[in-house]
């Protein structure tokens, strides 16, 4: 005799069938990271060509941490000095798309891994600020003896604002502060009202003990997907490109320091009287390099208000493709722009 399942019976069924599928749809969103949380993960190896870069680079001291920095000797003839400053969360190599044209034009051409950045030392518990990265600039350029040496700025996205503080110390006369001979920005949230940080950057600056385990949890992939929604859709980076930047920022176990870094959208907006001042307020020779449409900073308002408020600054507004990294995205676009104000005065 057959045995035939009751309606019942079938209900009974499918819903632990539904209740199984439920609870391995919980392991695998939850149990698993947690278990990657005490799981020592190891960091990617470094590409070939994040190698070379590395491998080219030199060190030095400051306060006890290592500063990875890299130097170029340039065009003969000139005197002229560019360093580079570079943005959140990535480090010096953004710029290694640009050195050559700009070794070209300047006789040393010099750019730094920020304090808990790229090959830089990542001290944990500690209190990243704008404030000491500044510090860090000013004693790369003592350890060079560049420090009666005009210096060009060139900064994106993070490093706007560290400049920003250089430039407020150069103009006021601070103790152990750098000439600055010109300075160039691009793509910084340097006002608070028109700057929107991507919601992970909120969460992870804002929620204490629940930051400090997303930044445990934090992969490639989310990486990646948060990444590439600040590039344009015709400029995204390749799969190489991205690996580079996560391997940067996992050198180090830099991602757990993220949290940390991330208080400096804070800092802005409590300094934003200092900065900002500085930048309407100076004399030195002023130029802003933008693609317009970053998320971060979008367009108009952040250029309109920029315009509005530093009158005096030059401004290549790039082609609308061109997102929050123009550097990386229009390399060229990028160079022409810098250096026909560089050659202005």
């Known amino acids: 005799m057959s045995r035939q399942t009751s309606p019942a019976g079938v209900e009974c069924v499918s819903a632990c069938a539904v209740m199984r599928d439920w609870w391995q749809r919980v392991v695998l969103l939850f149990c698993v990271p947690l278990l990657a949380v005490y799981l020592h993960i190891p960091p990617p190896p470094l590409s070939p060509a994040l190698h070379t870069w590395h491998s080219s680079g030199r060190f030095f001291s400051f306060r006890g941490n290592n500063i990875f920095y890299r130097e170029s000797l340039g065009a003969v003839g000139s005197s002229d000095v560019v360093l580079l400053l570079h943005g959140f969360p990535t480090s010096s190599y953004d710029w290694h798309k640009v050195w050559e044209p700009l070794s070209q034009r300047f006789n040393r051409v010099i750019a730094l891994d920020f304090l808990g950045f790229g090959f830089s030392d990542k001290p944990r518990p500690h209190r990243y600020s704008v404030f000491e990265q500044a510090g860090v600039v000013e004693a790369l350029i003592s350890h060079l ?58 969460v992870l600056k804002d929620y204490g003990f629940i930051s400090s385990l997303l930044t445990r949890l934090m992969n490639y992939y989310l990486f990646s997907k948060g990444i590439g929604e600040v590039f344009g859709p015709y400029t995204q980076p390749t799969e190489a490109d991205l690996w580079d930047m996560w391997t940067g920022i996992r050198f180090n176990d830099g991602n757990l320091v993220m949290d940390s870094i991330l208080q400096y959208i804070n800092q802005r907006l409590k300094h934003r009287e200092r900065w900002v001042g500085a930048l309407t307020s100076t004399l030195t020779p002023l130029h802003m390099i933008y693609g317009p449409l970053d998320p971060v900073n979008p367009s108009p308002q952040f250029i309109h208000l920029y315009q509005k408020l530093v009158p005096r600054s030059t401004i290549t ?29």
Request: hydrophobic share 35%.
């Open 145 to 202: 003896g560049l420090a009666e040496q005009k210096i060009n700025l060139l900064s994106h996205n993070y490093g706007d604002t560290v400049a920003l503080e250089l430039l407020y110390r150069s103009d006021n006369n601070r103790t152990g502060h750098m000439a600055i001979n010109s300075l160039c920005l691009s793509n910084g949230g340097i006002f608070p009202e028109t700057h929107h940080p991507r919601f992970l950057q909120k």
């Open 317 to 345: 507004v790039l082609d609308e493709h061109i997102s929050h990294y123009p550097q990386l995205e229009d390399p060229t676009g990028f160079t022409n722009a810098y250096l026909n104000f560089i050659n202005s005065f």
